[in-house]
């Protein structure tokens, strides 16, 4: 049993520094904003902060599955000259963390391993993941939108709007009691990060072809 441990350690070792030329590693930061019912569609109220890491492995120049993690903070409060709200609950703050694992799907081939082509294109995500917040933790489906360049060899800089539907309508601390009847689907809490991030190749200590570039 043991020496079956040992080999499985090795096989996942060789597997790690064979694939680490598919591999990127990064952070992001950016703005927040949450929509609910204190906010039902201005982009950017209450902005707030969050930062988080990314790991990324890709298949080809086009698709790639990714996970990462987030912390920030959101809030948002009622303006009663907006609409009305039965038994209003005012403001709320609350941190959130969560992490989820996605697809992404460039629009354009892209290798941060190419020596002169393959340097931009957008891209877009969609995945599934779980949030924590408020004591509660809750399945989220985030999604976004992005651009990215290669300023240089094994280096990419980009921007996303990362949108995060949650399946639970008291993010903000307030249970719309006219949707009483609404199903799960169609709660209206989601929050969103817009920003930039930056991302790093590993290698190993293979040397690519520059034909397979």
């Known amino acids: 049993m043991r020496k079956l441990f040992v080999v499985s350690i090795l096989l996942l070792l060789s597997l790690w520094t064979f694939s680490q ?90 290798d941060p391993l190419a020596f002169k082509e393959k340097r931009v294109t957008p891209f877009i995500t969609i995945g599934v993941g ?26 990419t800089i980009g921007a996303e709007w990362l949108l995060t539907k949650t399946f639970s309508d008291n993010m903000d601390g307030y249970t719309n009691l006219s949707d009483q009847k609404k199903t799960i689907i169609h709660n209206n809490d989601w929050y969103s990060v817009a920003g930039l991030f930056i991302t790093f190749r590993l290698l190993n200590n293979r040397i690519v072809c520059p034909v397979y570039q």
């Open 130 to 155: 779980a949030s924590y917040g408020s004591g509660q933790f809750k399945p989220v489906v985030p999604m976004s939108l992005g651009f990215k360049y290669r300023p240089s060899y094994r280096w």
């Open 21 to 110: 030329n598919k591999i990127d590693i990064g952070f992001r930061l950016g703005a927040t904003y949450y929509i609910g019912d204190y906010n039902e569609s201005i982009p950017f109220a209450s902005p707030n902060f969050a930062g988080g890491g990314i790991v990324k492995y890709s298949f080809n120049d086009y698709y790639s599955a990714r996970i990462g993690v987030n912390a920030g903070y959101y809030a948002g409060s009622h303006n009663s000259s907006v609409g009305y709200l039965p038994a209003e609950g005012g403001a709320f703050s609350s941190m959130i963390i969560d992490g989820s694992a996605a697809f992404e799907v460039n629009f354009l081939p892209y």
